[in-house]
Antibody, heavy 118, light 110 residues
Framework: EVQLLESGGGLVQPGGSLRLSCAASGFTFSSYGMSWVRQAPGKGLEWVSGMGGSSGSTFYADSVKGRFTISRDNSKNTLYLQMTSLRAEDTAIYYC???????????WGQGTLVTVSS | QTVVTQEPSFSVSPGGTVTLTCGLSSGSVSTSSYPSWYQQTPGQAPRTLIYTTNTRSSGVPDRFSGSILGNKAALTITGAQADDESDYYCVLYMGSGIWEFGGGTKLTVL
């Protein structure tokens, strides 16, 4: 069974940084792309970033490009999202998801809440 | 900038059939857009219903089906049940590794 467990969320001041982690199990992590998707309070889903499994290629939404960095450690079966220069509008639940070549989100984690506020 | 469009809300009677759509503000959706559909109830993580246009995710009842209708992706629910009342999101591949979600459709079953 695929399991994805996000962690690292919390309260951070505007301009601050935070690193999210997503621990994966139940599948061969290195063989799959992974994604981050967020959902601001009361709003819809927003694709944030994706990363290839073997290729290591990375992709970002314009809203986070230059501020967020996606990475992975295949030896630890863990996906990361380094977030810098955080803004109030980055406040959201952040979900990690297992990707396929033809879908960005096949399985989902339960999410971790990031709140950017002074 | 091209935006993914969905009906903000829809209602269906119990036992009825409803088709939700997912389009582009400019252009047409095709199988190369690799549309996926997700269901989300309040306080829960999204659940994958359909991916790659019409592939049902494991455990999803066959009441849910995906297709391309005209220039849009479509999610059809047949025999709607009370617990189908949820928010439904589509996502499309925009090219160059970028994906974009629609704004979501709030489905009411009444």
């Amino acid at each position: 069974e695929v399991q994805l467990l996000e962690s690292g969320g919390g309260l951070v001041q505007p301009g601050g940084s935070l690193r999210l982690s997503c621990a994966a199990s139940g599948f061969t992590f290195s063989s799959y792309g992974m994604s981050w998707v967020r959902q601001a309070p009361g709003k819809g889903l927003e694709w944030v970033s994706g990363m290839g499994g073997s290729s290591g290629s990375t992709f970002y939404a314009d809203s986070v490009k230059g501020r967020f960095t996606i990475s992975r450690d295949n030896s630890k079966n863990t996906l990361y999202l380094q977030m810098t220069s955080l803004r109030a509008e980055d406040t959201a639940i952040y979900y990690c998801a297992k990707s396929l070549s033809t879908t960005t989100c096949k399985e989902w984690g339960q999410g971790t809440l990031v709140t950017v506020s002074s | 900038q091209t935006v993914v469009t969905q009906e903000p809300s829809f209602s269906v009677s119990p036992g009825g059939t409803v088709t939700l759509t997912c389009g582009l503000s400019s252009g047409s959706v095709s199988t190369s857009s690799y549309p996926s559909w997700y269901q989300q109830t309040p306080g829960q993580a999204p659940r994958t219903l359909i991916y790659t246009t019409n592939t049902r995710s494991s455990g999803v009842p066959d009441r849910f089906s995906g297709s391309i209708l005209g220039n849009k992706a479509a999610l059809t629910i047949t025999g709607a049940q009370a617990d189908d009342e949820s928010d439904y999101y589509c996502v499309l591949y925009m090219g160059s590794g970028i994906w974009e979600f629609g704004g979501g459709t709030k489905l009411t079953v009444l």
